[in-house]
């Protein structure tokens, strides 16, 4: 991957976060206004955490509207690799890229620590260069972050390898402890924790390199 | 004009017949109503320091490293690598105890204001906090309400909160305090100054629209106490209006929007407006630069119909800034704030000084009704901004306060240390989790440790490899015995702080939260309290930079202990690693780093600690430290850690601070983390594990041979403690407690108490 987008919707926070975790892995970054119809150019895209539009009526509900979330979706359906983080998963599943929904953490808490996770699946862009059953140490940061989905749904993620990280202990009330998801295809990605802060132990774990060095490495395996 | 007021307005308003004086002088004539509301805020306790100025000119502010020192709308420092950093520290306490979830947000949302003022990113947050008792129901609502709000603002608006502290007293029971400190970083040529110069220029009000929230803030809510004895338990619902209401999303924007400003070099100045509102923010800006300016008050967008003058000037409606700009660069800065969809209005202009009868040049500032239209309100923005009458106010030392220190916790049974400790030990991660801790990939060290350790990194710095450190401290414990050595330990516990993670300390700023000053016992106190900070500035060669006075923390007459809180910021040269924290291993030597007896008469006083005044025993005598021991003692420590900072090998594996709850607390703790045991020889007596003095580091090592010869040659005395082994924490025959023991007992202490049944 030579060239990521980082969208960046009025009220998002971690799109430097992103952009530094890019740069680290060598990976031209640019920010993206939400304004933007066109992603040519870009071979990936991340969706940052955040509070677009300030999470105003629910996180996630207003950025679908956003003009870039078309382009976001077409983007997605040629095949290109996204990645939504935190925020970005929230948006991905209420524009309806990924299934379910994120409701408020179990405890009615934000919760800010370090989360244990099991990689359960290796067909998506993220996870692809992680052996599986291998445990992650990476950081949530979210108030809205338990996984939802009707039973149906459940079923057919968990059979079709679409449940790519689960807490080891669930820490927010998410459903069959999902902590990361990838749609049908495995190109397009959500996760709750933040692999981007999770890149030197001189800020606690490096753990999230793996990940995000699998998801710059994705295009040109795809 | 509108018409004269009737005579008793003034002291509606918060003013003195004195000042109602001053003030017709100042102007040469009666002033009208608007005129006279002007002066009521301005000339508040809040914005016009009026108690506390004569003070606080005894306070160190100079130093190679300074940039920007009090009085501005924060303090900066030349960090190195072509980096300042600024800082500032507030207080939103009498808002807090009346709506405890806005009140803390918006103090939040007020001192991120002040940091992107000065043109730096806001980068991080720090909330020292004090409540009454946690068995009052009103506490714990209090508790959740203020952490909440920080949590929801704070990460929201997106800027980590990395620590602060919490303290539970009753002292505080009908007067919360809720500080917020923050500091940010900024290319050392991009620093802005809240200056309006140059006739004709525009003043662009940027940001939220002005609403009725917040009317009165600083001169009805944070210039006077609270009456009932329950503080704001009872009666001050009809204060509740006082308070604003946040939004961090606007706020989110408004500092992209004005760094972006900032970054396109097109503003002359900018200040943003927060007690007191559009008066102030106009006024000191013209006072700055010498200027006047004509306000039109018809431009100011309105959140609702039928405000008068009066509110629209003074209304403390949140997340609004003023930007002074040139006026062939409106159409850009319309267009940057279209972009982050800010709304921009002119509400004002740069007019020339007024030539005065005694031919002077005054700048005015005029409130007018259109730019054109009727003058409201004609007074000089110096006299508004800077000219406040100063108030020497009766000091008395307290009569009680002999008697206090007499009765001395020495004498108090032993009880049992181990029950002691366990109920001591109490980790605030149930407050911190709730805050993003992490945001900018910067925190090395978060909250809940000595000091808070962060990469200097962030959007727009130069690459530099160093590293901030931040801590905050108050002991009002000490200071209600002896405000003046109190302040000056709280001083060196935070300059101690900073070596726990490598730094040495560059600037103090400081929250210096007191009872009612026209008690005189409180300004004795505070005079006090000023000395000593001064005294230990002095001494250990650090500037204090900026600060915020908050008084009036009194309800039903009775007063809070002196809570002078202090902030230093600290740097690492070099951050390349973290530094060891509290993480001892098996078979590691603990060693006590630093003198092993306090100065005084008493070898370990129990004097103002926790283990005392739990008992209700809140008496006896602090004594200072012996200055050179101290001083080696810190320097030693920081350049053992720094050098592990800085990537070395080191046989130094754990460190943590002497403080709250003494040497035995600070095991604890260290056992608690570590999740590995120790073994502490027979200690002289229960006041060594419990006593509180500043200037004592625990420390561990692999090698206690060569960390020995280390610490000789710097001349740092050593005590060892013992070692680090299995899962049982040994202190002779006083403690003997489990690890597994301790850490739940340690983790789940704040969530117990604040799970009581009421």
Known sequence: ?222 | MVASPPQSLHRALGLSDEEFGDIKEVLGREPNHLELALFGVMWSEHCSYKSSSIHLRRLPTKGSHVLVGPGENAGVIDAGDGIAVAIRIESHNHPSAIEPYQGAATGVGGILRDIFTMGARPLAVMDPLFFGELSDARQRWLVEGVVSGISGYGNSVGVPTIGGELTFDDCYRANPLVNVLCVGALPKERLVLGIASGVGNLAVLLGSRTGRDGIGGVSVLASAGFSGEDGAASLDEAKRPSVQVGDPYEEKRLIEACLELLDAGLVVGIQDLGGAGLICGTSETAARGGMGMDVDVTAVPQREPGMVPYEIMTSESQERMVAIITPDNLEEVEALCAKWEIRASVVGRVVEPTLQPNGDRVGMLRVRNGFDGEVLAEVPAKALADEAPLYDRPRRYPSTLDELRDDDPSDEPIGSPNDDLLEMLVDPAWVYRQYDSQLFLNTVVGPGRDAALLRLAGPGLPHSSRGIAISTDSNPRWCALDPRVGTALTVIEGVANLACVGATAKAVVNCLNFGNPEHPEVMWQLSESIDGMAEACNRLGLPVIGGNVSLYNESGGADIDPTPVIGLLGVVDHLVAPPPGWNWNDDDTLVLVGARHAQGDREFPLGGSRWATRRGRRGGEITDVEPRTLKATIEFVASEVAAICAGATSDVTAVHDVSGGGLASALAEMTAVAGVGASVKELESHAELFSEFPGRFVMATSNVEAFTDRARAAGVPLFELGVATGNRLVIGSMIDLSVTEIAARRSGALEDALAAAT
């Open chain 1, 1 to 222: 991957m030579k060239r990521v987008g980082v969208v960046v919707f009025p009220g998002s926070n971690c799109e430097y976060d992103a952009l530094s975790a890019m740069e680290a892995l060598g990976v031209t970054a640019e920010l993206v206004w939400h304004s933007r119809t066109d992603l040519s150019g870009f071979d990936g895209i991340i969706l940052p955490g955040g509070f677009a539009h300030g999470d105003y009526l629910r996180p996630g509900a207003l950025a679908r509207f956003s003009p870039v979330m078309d382009a976001v979706a077409e983007f997605a359906q040629e095949g290109g690799a996204v990645l939504g983080i935190c925020n970005g998963f929230q948006v991905l599943t209420e524009a309806g890229l990924l299934p379910g929904a994120l409701q408020k953490n179990v405890g009615l808490k934000f919760l800010c620590q370090p989360t244990t996770l099991i990689v359960t699946s290796n067909a998506s862009v993220l996870t692809s260069g992680v052996a599986l059953g291998q445990e992650l140490v990476i950081p949530i940061n979210h108030f809205s972050g338990a996984y939802v989905c009707d039973d149906e749904t459940y079923d057919r993620i968990s059979e079709s390898s679409q449940i790519v990280l689960r807490y080891r202990d669930n820490p927010n009330g998410s459903r069959g402890d999902i902590a990361g998801l990838v749609n049908e295809r495995g190109n397009v990605v959500g996760l709750m924790p933040h692999p981007e802060r999770a890149m030197s132990t001189l800020l606690g774990s490096a753990d999230g390199r793996v990940l995000l060095e699998s998801f710059v490495a994705s295009y040109v395996a795809a």
